[in-house]
């Protein structure tokens, strides 16, 4: 039995920052942030959103009559949790109006965590299938104005649908996995910004995939050469280029060059959006699904997951018949589309307004907030979550 991604959604909030006029306001060259780090936009997250309405937004474009009874799981990666307790997936699985029987359960392992979800809700699938699974991915990437690590931050959310007979993406059997517990990047329980050894991650990223890839290939006797496309957990998009560019020479010249036109695409929306965290990977499978030509039914894809920390995965999905019939193309386009540009200074404003970790009653700036659902903000020590 095939399983599998059944649909994707995307939801990224509406306002953006150019990232030239962002280098140019912090005195960099702009080819610093467009070339040296392979981004063009950045998500700017406003105090109205958070993970789970993300999360929620994300996911309701893949809901319908014909698949909301099938749902019996929800399983909530993200490294940005709005409660040390109670689960993300509690508030996402009442925001979308599931039913009150479907268990629902948040998963944290950095950028890894949905990888981690797509695993389980798999098995899950094999063992129930006439069910469905709903696996979202939803962060806000923050470390902080004027850091180094500002031009890497973004924001968003992914959603995925497992299910048997997968409209879009079979899921091979195997995987490979490397762990090992390192400090590249880590965020304390007091601390609201990411703390980042970037050079030591970046290295650690690369080894990662080199190890999983040889593991995975001895472990299925693939060859390198059965991959259509790689894709690639893209906290930046320079940093996936760089880890296929190191595995290029074992292939021939002509493979080597397909598999950079299909980076190319994969990496269309990761650029205009910045980092998802753990949505980042399938972001990256959704641009290459929707910008590649020269993809066909039966194609392998490799995907390498990783979560600093760290953890990295890497496995291979099959290309299903008519997959780009299921990805909700022009809904994704749309929302890039019809962004609204901010400068600079609004963005910091934005930046700071984020609500903060304290007791007090709190009012967001949802008005200006046009997603169907937002954070109105706290009381009484509780979140206040609306729909429109």
Known sequence: MKVGIDQIGFYTPKWYVDMANLAQARNEDPNKYLIGIGQSKQ???????????MAANAADTILSEANRDKIDLILFGTESGIDNSKSGAIYLQHLLDLPNDV????????????????????????????KQVLVVGADIARYGLHSAGEPTQGGGAMAVTISADPRILAIEAESAHYVADIMDFWRPLYATEALVD????????????????????QHTNTELSDLSALVFHLPYTKMGLKALKSILNETSESHANQLMKNFEASRVFNRQVGNLYTGSLYLSLFSLLVNADDLNSGDKIGLFSYGSGAEGEFFVGTLQTDYKKALHADHMQNLLRNRVEVTVTEYEAMFNSQMPLQAEDFETNYREDSAKFYLAGQQQQQRVYHQK
């Not at 359960?105 to 965590?113: F, H, N, P, R, S």
């Not at 695993?119 to 129930?128: G, R, S």
Request: aromatic letters at 10%; a neutral charge; proline letters at 3%.
């Open 103 to 130: 268990q629902s359960v948040e998963l944290k392992q950095a950028c890894y965590a949905m990888t981690a979800g797509i695993q389980l809700a798999k098995d899950h699938v094999l063992a129930h299938p006439d």
């Open 198 to 217: 970037g050079k030591y991650s970046s290295a650690q990223y690369i080894d990662f995939f080199k190890r999983t890839l040889t593991m995975y290939q």
């Open 43 to 53: 998500a700017v997250i406003p105090n109205s959103q958070d993970a789970v309405t």
